[in-house]
């Protein structure tokens, strides 16, 4: 897919950060968008923007972990405009504790949205997506679903599953001829509201956990990652990596073998010293 023009989008977590410039970029390149969020006014906000650009847009408040109104979604989206070309599963949450102090309800909600959101998004949408003849899906994972970090094993865990579960969609979708595209996005630090939103473990403060990444890790615009993303789609990439910090993580993990986890260690007993 070389062209976004014409092309039916579908984004979900569009409130904020990646999601909501990934809907700007796509329109201001020409795209009719649906987008969904399970926050109402930050989706109107979003669909607000894209419209004053000049795009056609649908709406859809959506709990992306809630498999029938996904499945719902997919098929009101197919009727409203007649094809789906574009799906950029990018809706997810975030947790910071230890393995200790994550409970399993953290787990639970964590896999829901991170995980089962885009299993259920990619199952829903990927018929029409066959019948489009041009399609395109989009799954992000994380900087975190190439290495394990510490404080991060529900996000770890998520993430981890989104990659294995793209990386076997795309593999299926070459072998089988359909022309449907598939790539994973590995975003490593990116100015979102995504930590300002984490939840954390017990007796963990989340005001410090959301100012250390803010100001330490968070290097990478949403701006200038939607563009990476969508350059990396137009030329059917498997794998998008998005800021030199996972560029960099991820070249560390493929030299040393199991060898970065000890260098991880020593990060994540400096960073407890700020938390």
Request: with cysteine; charged share 20%.
């Amino acid at each position: 897919m070389k062209d976004f023009h014409g092309k039916v989008a579908v984004v979900t977590g569009v409130a904020s950060g990646m999601g909501r410039e990934l809907a700007l970029e796509l329109a201001r390149q020409g795209a009719k968008l649906s987008l969904c969020d399970y926050d109402p006014a930050g989706l109107e906000k979003t669909a607000a923007e894209v419209r004053a650009l000049g795009a056609e847009v649908h709406t859809k408040v959506v709990n992306v972990g809630e498999r029938e109104q996904i499945l719902a979604y997919a098929d009101e989206v197919a009727e409203h405009y007649g094809v789906v070309n574009l799906v950029f599963n990018n809706a997810g949450i975030a947790h910071h504790a230890s393995v200790e102090k994550t409970s399993f309800k953290d787990y639970d909600r964590l896999m829901d949205v991170d995980f089962w959101g885009v299993v259920n998004s990619s199952k829903a949408f990927l018929p029409h997506l066959i019948a489009s003849g041009d399609g395109h899906i989009t799954n992000t994972s994380s900087l975190f679903g190439l290495i394990g970090v510490g404080g991060q094993s529900a996000y770890n865990a998520a993430k981890f599953a989104v990659r294995g579960f793209t990386e076997a969609l795309r593999i299926e979708m070459l072998a089988s001829g359909h022309n449907v595209g598939v790539s994973c996005v590995h975003p490593g630090g990116i100015k979102t509201d995504i930590c300002n939103n984490a939840t954390v473990g017990e007796g963990q403060d989340q005001a410090s956990f959301a100012d250390f990444f803010n100001k330490h890790l968070a290097r990478t615009e949403a701006d200038a990652a939607a563009r990476t993303i969508l350059r990396g789609v137009k030329k059917n990439h498997g794998r998008i990596l998005i800021g030199p910090d996972a560029v960099a993580l991820d070249l560390l993990a493929r030299v040393t073998g199991s060898g970065y986890q000890r260098i991880m260690s020593f990060v994540d007993s400096q960073q407890s010293r700020f938390l």
